[in-house]
């Protein structure tokens, strides 16, 4: 199953704004150089940041962000959590999700949290339900 990254409009638009800020002033103006960080941040986002997909596959979650792709073997998560986390992240939403896994920790924005949560728990055993989060079960 595959689910799309969740983008705010507000986060996006934030993110325009900022980008497009010293657009204006750089072209009335001349100075083209100016121009050079707003295009360096485009260009980030597009390959570091966009599109984001999560794959639930048979053998593992597959993260892709941008020309990036991660992948999760089902076996080495230990949490799978609901986050408003404003940490730093590639996430562009704050209904966000927190996997902790063997490797660290990653949050991501998929659309259909419920879902999602549904379809990691069908391929991870070794977690249990407390409430809308999985943990490690402990026998």
């Keep these: 199953m595959t689910y799309e990254g969740?983008?705010?409009w507000w986060i996006g638009l934030v993110i325009l704004v900022a980008i497009g800020a010293p657009v204006v002033p750089a072209i009335q103006k001349h100075n083209?150089?100016?121009?050079?960080?707003?295009?360096?941040?485009?260009?980030?986002l597009l390959v570091g940041a966009w599109p984001q997909k999560y794959e639930t596959a048979g053998d593992a979650l597959y993260i892709r962000s941008g020309l990036t792709k991660r992948v999760i073997p089902w076996s080495g998560i230990?949490?799978?959590?609901?986050?408003?986390d404003s940490r730093s992240s590639l996430a562009l939403s704050i209904d966000r999700v927190a996997i902790q896994h063997v490797g660290g920790e990653i949050l991501i924005t998929p659309d259909d949290q419920a879902?999602?949560?549904?379809?990691?728990?069908?391929?991870c055993p070794q977690l249990s339900r407390r409430g809308m989060d999985l943990v490690i079960a402990l026998n």
């Excluded at 083209?32 to 980030?44: D, G, R």
């Excluded at 230990?78 to 408003?84: A, D, H, L, P």
């Design 115 to 123: 879902g999602f949560f549904d379809d990691v728990a069908s391929h």
């Design 6 to 8: 969740k983008v705010d």
């Design 78 to 84: 230990t949490r799978v959590s609901t986050s408003s």
């Design 32 to 44: 083209y150089w100016m121009l050079a960080a707003p295009v360096a941040t485009i260009l980030f």
